[in-house]
């Protein structure tokens, strides 16, 4: 069974880093695509970054300068960072997987609710 | 980046057909998707590559379109359809989402 599982910290104060784990289970990152999108309370979907199954990152350009996705096969895991966060970055952060060929967001994770609050 | 733009909200009756719209600021080919999220809840994906329907997903949800314009089709309109509807586009890098269209149940 595929599944997708955000963790992290709920509460993050202003210029500070957020770190965020999404663990797999069901498929290889090798295989498979994740995308990290996030939705701040109220509003709709944005899409952050991405980490490619061979291994290589895109970003968002409005978030590059601060983002930054890696991952651990070995452990099945996907790592989110990003720095310098403002009370803007309040949001439900998900992990997704992208099927291929066809590109769409076949299963996503809970998401994990991140205040950004001094 | 592509722009994808949608009407914030509509209102139906239950039995009724309602026709969500996407519009893309540039062609996508036919590299369009829909998602339902409800609230409390994570998307889920109902249409892929504009006209597929996701598996699992009733038939009374259908798509269409090809290039820039898009719809997704709700007919007919359950109560348990209450939801945002969103549509994403994944031809052009970045991938882009759609601000959604929030429908409401009269």
């Known amino acids: 069974e595929v599944q997708l599982k955000e963790s992290g910290p709920g509460l993050v104060q202003p210029s500070q880093t957020l770190s965020l784990t999404c663990t797999v289970s069901g498929f290889s990152l090798t295989d498979y695509s994740v995308h990290w999108v996030r939705q701040p309370p109220g509003k709709g979907l944005e899409w952050m970054g991405v980490?490619?199954?061979?291994?290589?990152?895109a970003y968002n350009s409005a978030l590059k300068s601060r983002l930054s996705i890696s991952r651990d096969t070995s452990k099945s895991q996907v790592f989110l960072k990003m720095n310098s966060l403002q009370t803007e970055d309040t949001a439900i952060y998900y992990c997704?997987?992208?099927?291929?060929?066809?590109?769409?967001?076949?299963?996503w994770g809970q998401g994990v609710m991140v205040t950004v609050s001094s | 980046d592509t722009v994808l733009t949608q009407s914030p909200a509509l209102a139906v009756s239950p039995g009724e057909r309602v026709s969500i719209s996407c519009r893309a600021s540039e062609g996508v080919n036919s590299y369009m998707h829909w998602y339902q999220q409800k609230p409390g809840q994570q998307p889920k994906l109902l249409i892929y590559?504009?006209?597929n329907l996701a598996s699992g997903v009733p038939a009374r949800f259908s798509g269409s379109g090809s290039g820039t314009d898009f719809t997704l089709t709700i007919d007919p309109v359950e109560a348990d359809d209450t939801a945002t509807y969103f549509c994403?586009?994944?031809?052009?890098?970045?991938?882009?989402f759609g601000g959604g269209t929030k429908l409401e149940l009269k």
């Open positions: 590559k504009a006209s």
């Open positions: 980490m490619w199954s061979g291994g290589s990152t």
């Open positions: 994403q586009q994944s031809w052009n890098d970045p991938r882009t």
């Open positions: 997704t997987r992208e099927y291929i060929p066809t590109d769409y967001f076949d299963y």
